[in-house]
């Protein structure tokens, strides 16, 4: 089955839509790394001025959101203020999370949040959200509030198609991985002791330097990604309304949670788009005592 049939009968009309662009747009963005990102800064085959990739993948985002007229409001890491159109939906994006990690060829991704309200707003008003990951292959893993299910791009003909890859993804409770991002000289105390104990614990570090790439193996492996609190930067760095909140709403539609250390990712009420808030998202148990921990009083 792919996506197209799958959201046919899974999802609301008009995210199945928004989603279905977004998908077939992912394939073009995916295409342009190589020559958009500076990879291979002297071939570029439209002749145009070299542009960031970042700027790049958010302007054919921006247009495929646009073309649906179903979208009301986009915000983007990229961008200062929201893009409006005539339809209802909001839809908070980071084009490319992780562009930093374009030249080590390591995962790149791509997170939307389908929101029901005007941004800010907090993840509470999430419809659905969805994350790309360009990796070893082009996957989509997505959430309208019924399960997480995930597909693959796989050429069919002349062009790609998503195929369904798996339904109902659950996080394992058992906690295997561990990725945290920040320096670990500048972890506030508590997350540095809990951290700590990881080892002990059966759990391995695994960390590739892209939100989304370290949450996605966290959602197959069971463990905790994060980027905590520091000291100098208490709101750490990830974003919620682009970031944060579309992850923390698919990792519960997976059986997970996560917290900024003192309550449900979810919550969080930014008020400013580019707000940014400590995050600790992973498998329920560990994330229910590391958020006991981190807020408890000494
Ligand atoms: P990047 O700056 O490369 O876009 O939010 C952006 C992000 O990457 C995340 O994808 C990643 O988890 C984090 O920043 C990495 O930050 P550090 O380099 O500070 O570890």
Avoid at 47 to 53: H, N, P, S, T, Y
Avoid at 65 to 79: C, D, K, P, Q, R
Avoid at 85 to 112: Q, R, Y
Wanted: with cysteine.
């Amino acid at each position: 089955m792919n996506l197209e049939e799958f959201l046919r009968l899974n999802a609301p009309e008009d995210l199945a839509k928004v989603a279905i662009a977004i998908a077939g747009k992912s394939i073009t963005v995916w295409e342009n790394i190589p020559f958009k990102s500076g990879l291979l800064a002297d071939v570029n085959p439209s002749g145009e001025r070299q542009k960031a990739i970042d700027v790049y993948s958010n302007d054919e985002f921006v247009e495929a959101l646009s073309e649906t007229g179903l979208v009301g409001e986009i915000a983007s890491e990229e961008m200062t203020e929201v893009v409006t159109g005539k339809g209802k939906l909001s839809v908070a994006m980071d084009p490319l999370d992780g562009s930093s990690n374009v030249e080590t060829n390591n995962p790149l991704g791509s997170i939307f949040g389908f929101y029901s309200s005007r941004m800010p707003c907090s993840g509470r008003s999430l419809l659905g959200a969805l994350y790309v990951t360009y990796g070893n292959a082009v996957t989509i893993t997505l959430s309208f509030g019924k399960g997480v299910h995930r597909f693959v791009a796989v050429k069919k003909g002349p062009s790609m198609s998503f195929e369904l890859l798996a339904v109902n993804l659950k996080i394992p409770e058992k906690p295997e991985v561990y990725g945290i991002g920040g320096s670990r000289k500048d972890w506030i105390p508590r997350v540095r002791d809990f951290v700590d104990t990881f080892e002990s614990r059966g759990m391995r570090t695994r960390y590739c330097g892209t939100f989304v790439g370290d949450y996605n193996q966290v959602l197959s492996r069971g463990g905790i990604f994060a980027y905590p609190e520091q000291t100098g930067k208490p709101q750490g760095k990830l974003r919620v309304l682009f970031e944060t909140a579309p992850i923390a709403y698919i990792n519960e539609q997976a059986g997970g949670y996560s917290t900024d250390g003192r309550r449900n990712i979810l919550d969080i009420q930014p008020s400013k788009l580019s707000e940014p808030s400590p995050a600790y998202i992973g498998s329920a148990p560990l994330l229910h005592e590391l958020e006991r921990l981190v807020s408890s009083i000494s």
